[in-house]
């Protein structure tokens, strides 16, 4: 589950948060997914998790995309387990995983969201 210490390291780190209303310049087919299921994701390039505004339609969406998206920044960041090199970028989690524990943290540890939301802003 994601740690309060993690967050504030990835915030340390400069990941940010963006929110865009359509993929841009992104080869979807790479991720198995059309541009339709495409919610949010991680760009390790920039340090951006981007959020796509039309397939978050409730703020429970959002949430769970903001915590799926900042386990896949904790895992290439600061546990190591994605290849930040370059734009070869490798998930080494199968995003179901990912999907599992962004639930556990919300489900048991609603304070994280909460903090998330104050550090970076949002409502």
């Known amino acids: 589950m994601l740690s309060y210490s993690e967050i504030l390291k990835l915030y340390l780190y400069q990941v940010s948060i963006k929110f865009r209303r359509k993929p841009k310049d992104l080869k979807l087919e790479k991720f198995g997914v059309d541009d339709f299921e495409m919610k949010a994701e991680f760009n390790p390039e920039d340090l951006e998790i981007i959020i796509y505004t039309p397939f ?31 734009h070869n970028y490798v998930e080494n989690r199968d995003c179901s995983e990912v999907e599992l524990e962004a639930l556990e943290t919300y489900q048991k540890r609603p304070y994280i969201l909460k903090f998330i939301k104050d550090l970076y802003q949002l409502k």
């Open 56 to 86: 978050n339609q409730t703020e429970y969406e959002r949430d769970m995309s903001l915590l799926h998206e900042f386990t896949h920044a904790r895992d290439a960041i600061l546990r190591g387990y994605g290849n930040l090199k370059g």
